[in-house]
Structures are given as C-alpha cells and as structure tokens.
C-alpha cells in the first residue's frame, strides 16, 4: 500500500515531500538545538525554537514551490535542482538571520543554531531528494546496454535514467575521466567499447551537424547498435526521443531572418487558402507565431479546417469553408475581411491521383488561383504570395503543369498595388503527400517498402523551414518574382527507405521497386538555367522572368478547359510540358 502511494503522480509526489519537508524541517532544528545546548535545552530558549521552527516550515514550504522543486520528477533530482535546494535555503536562513539580528521576535537569539540548522536541513533534505538515485540507480536485470555520446550540464538525467545501464560516455575533450564511476572514452574507441559492453542502446546529448549525425548512425548501425536516442529539453526537463528521418533531413538554413519575417507578418490581416493542408497549416502557426492580427483560415475540407481551427489559439481567427473555384462565395470573404496578405497554398498536389482527375485538376489549381489571385488585386490586398512546386520546373505531369500556368498568370497578370510573388521548392518532410509516412507505415507493418525506380530523387525540405522561408521570399518580394528555396542537393529516395530502416533498428524489411508511376519523372529540379538571379539571402534565388500576354493567357487558359485535348493544349501553354504517360 506504501509502495502504491509513492508512485510518482504529481499529487502525491508533492504531497510526500511536503509532508517530509516538514518533518525533516521540524526535527533538524530541535537536534540543532540539542547539538548547541549540548542536549539539554534552557526552557527560556523553547519559545524561540518554537518560533523558528513555525517561520522555519512556512519560508521553505513557500521558497521551494517557488522554485518549483516540488514539480520535479524524483528520478531526476540532479545537480541543477540540488543548486535550487541549496539557493532555497541560502535565501531562507539569510533572511533568518537577518529577522534574528534586527528584531526582538526571536529573543533570546542562538545564532550557532542557525548555521547548524542550515547544514543539518540542507543535508537531509537533499538526501531525501537523492535517495531513489542512490539506492535504485541503475535499475534491475534486463534493461538496456547504453552509451551516452557527449557530456553536457543535464548529464545527471540520463546517467539515473531507470530504463538503461550506462556503461561508457563517449567525448573526446573528456577522454579518460569519470562520472558517478562511468569512464569517458573518444570517439575513436566505439567499436572496441560497444563490443566490450555489449551496448544496444545510444543516446546523443548534443545537437550535430547534420553530415556527422548521418554518418555516427550508419557507424553505429554496422555496430550493432539497435535504437539511437537524441536528447532534447521539454518543460525545462531533459527528455530522450527516437532519432527521425527529419533529423538526418533538416537543412537549418543558416540566414533565416526572423525579425525581417516578423516585421512582414505582425499585426496583418492573413489570409491562407489550403489552410488546413501540411503546408497551408503550419503558415498559420508560423504566422501565428510571428504575430499576426487576424488570421482567415479558408479550406474545403471541413475536418481539415477544424483541425488547424484548434490549433490557432493565440490570434483571432476565422474559419472558411469555402473552396477557391466558387469565385462569388470567395469573394464575399475578401469583401468582408479586406485581408492584408493572401498566401495561397490550396491545390491538388498528389502526382497519380491528378493524372487521373486532370478536368478538377485544371479547375482547382489553375481556374482557382486565378479567382483568387484577381480578387486579390481588385481588394487591393498588399502581398499575395503563390505556393508553388519544383515539379513546375520543366513538368512532365499534370500537377506540375497547372503549378506553371499559375506561376505565368502571377507573374504577368496587372496586379496594380498588389505585389505578387510565387514560391517554389520541392517536397516537405511529413506532407500528405509525402513518401515518409508511406515508409513509415509499411515499417510498422513489417512489410516492404516500395521504391518507384532505384534511381529516383526528390528534393527534401522540413515544412517548419520551408515555410519561414516562404514567408521571408514574400517580404523581400516586390512584384512579379518566382523566388526558389534552396533545397539542398537532391536525395535518393531508395536512400531515405535505407535511412528509415535503419533508424527502425529491424533487419526484416526489404525493399522492392515498383515502377515509376504515370506522370512521373526521375529527377525534379528547381531552376530552369544557371543565369537565374540571386537575393541577399544564399537560401532564396529567383527565376528568370518569362513574360506572356496576360490577355492571351486567360485566352488560353478557357480554351483549355473546353477542348478535349487537354494534354495538347497544356502544351501549347507550356511548351517544355513533356507528359510522362506509362510510368518510363
């Protein structure tokens, strides 16, 4: 019953200590003055042990709440929570003593029991904190081999962790040494240790370039080593998390301006088409983030609607469920919102499943841009920024062709005072649309993964990133620009399978190739020619413009959706549209 009771729940967590601190509290300072008066107390120093004791409980009580000692989880009362103990106590026994020497409510005054008390409390209640690590650490039989890869300040944490047996740390400025009697070794030594140990488990405690990361999972991985965690700080506490595809894929680019964003975004009127989608989502939370007056969330899918709905909870915000091809519903939002920015991320984006809806394909993503793009211009909206897709860039399916007509219209449309820029970048990790979940799935089943061709790359970028940079292309805009992130270089998706596999830490998952698909091509690119134009920022470049009579277009564009030879007249809009019709 005792033992269910101190299970580590909040409220009984904090009720125990309390209880205990109060105890402790009560008992160190009778002994400290037992120790001064050599055991035997003058009944005229009662009243003030009495009154030290009660001021002694309600300061402490109330300073380690404030420093929140009581909110920490037991096993991972370490050294940064010890120098909290001991600051309580430095403050509490100060200001003792300071009552003590400046007023009369604690006469007659034994200072010698106020030094003996701090020792005395600070030493059993600290001792009180550490137990469970001194006399539990490293759990029982049958936890996890593991080895710790970098010493940082939050060490204590993962040393004490119950789940795993340290047994070696790895940093070589540290080689040699010893924590809580764990040897340091270098990095050149982890094949021989993880061997001598039998080590099953990794954890990195330090953030590492992307390259060095990439490279100590495969060494790690051909060692034998089955799970590799990443350390990262929740809540102020230091807590493990399976290294993702998204670690070995983040490209950090290094001249994100985040002031030069937050002057773009702060205190406009958004507007995000697409709203609820992977990327149409995170715009609102980064515009969010970086604040934004009023957010119009405008999506046709209701679940997805009210799913970012709930996550805006910071601005006001508006949901609208209204799909971008109702011109007349659409513009009764711009009429009655008048929104600042317009960032337009709404499109059928699924490369197959657009090759066989080409008619709503056409309408949603070229007929819908328009409508928004004109209403846009006629509001008199400042900034409207078109999400584009690399597979605009010499298209050889569907879906990248209707993203080029939209990029033609945007770029040559008369947008008077509206300043209209599009943004082109390639695949975002953990997108709808993404091979990563996919992947992720067939893993999780034990089943194959399937990879279209062997030789097939795509570009890859984290959605978080990808749309910071969206936001910081559509403040420098001016007008008329098509801004391309950098992506980095393209990956083979018969690696990333590898990757995941790998990081899944099981042997059992083959991988089978299944083809490329209709409208599908080997390679994506992001820019047409090396003559393209740089920006102040080496993540942000701009395409040459291509200029076509807007009149025409519009032409164009009406005589594509009434002819029966879509894929023809496509064509004739996008002459380097090679339709990729049998998958090869």
Known sequence: MFHKWLQPTNAKRITFFVVFDVIITLFTIYGSFLLRFNFEIPPYFLPTLYKMALFLVLVKLFLFFSFKLYFTIWRFFGAYEYKKLLYAHLIAYSFLMAIGMSF???EPFPRGVVIIDFFLSMSLLSFLRFYKRL?????SIGEKKTAIFGVTNRIDEILNHNEYI???????????????NIRVYSED???KVIEKFGIEVVILTQELPKEKLDFLIEKLSSYGVKEIKQTTLFDSKTVLKNISIEDLLARNPQDLDKNLIANFIKGKKILISGAGGSIGSELALQCEAYGAKELYLLDHSEFNLYSIDAKITKVKKVPVLQNIVEKDLLEQTFKKYKPDIVIHAAAYKHVPLVEENIQE???????????????SIEYGVQKFIFISSDKA???TNVMGATKRVGELYAQNVDSKNTEIVSVRFGNVLGSSGSVIPKFQEQINKGEAITVTHPDVTRYFMLVSEACELVLQAGSIGKGGEIFILDM??????????KKMILLSGRDDIEIVFSGLRKGEKLFEELLINESDASTQYESITVAKPVKYNVQQLQKDIQELLEAEAKIEKLQKIVPEFHHQTNGH
């Open 104 to 106: 009369s409510f604690f």
């Open 135 to 139: 006399f539990l650490q490293k759990g």
């Open 166 to 180: 340290i047994k070696a740390i790895f940093d070589n400025k540290l080689a040699g040494n010893y924590f809580q």
């Open 361 to 375: 394909a056409l309408i949603n993503n070229i007929v819908g841009t328009q409508n928004i793009i004109d209403l």
């Open 393 to 395: 860039v010499r298209p």
């Open 488 to 497: 980095g270089e393209p990956i083979k998706i018969v690696d990333l399978a």
């Open 189 to 191: 030594e982890i094949k």
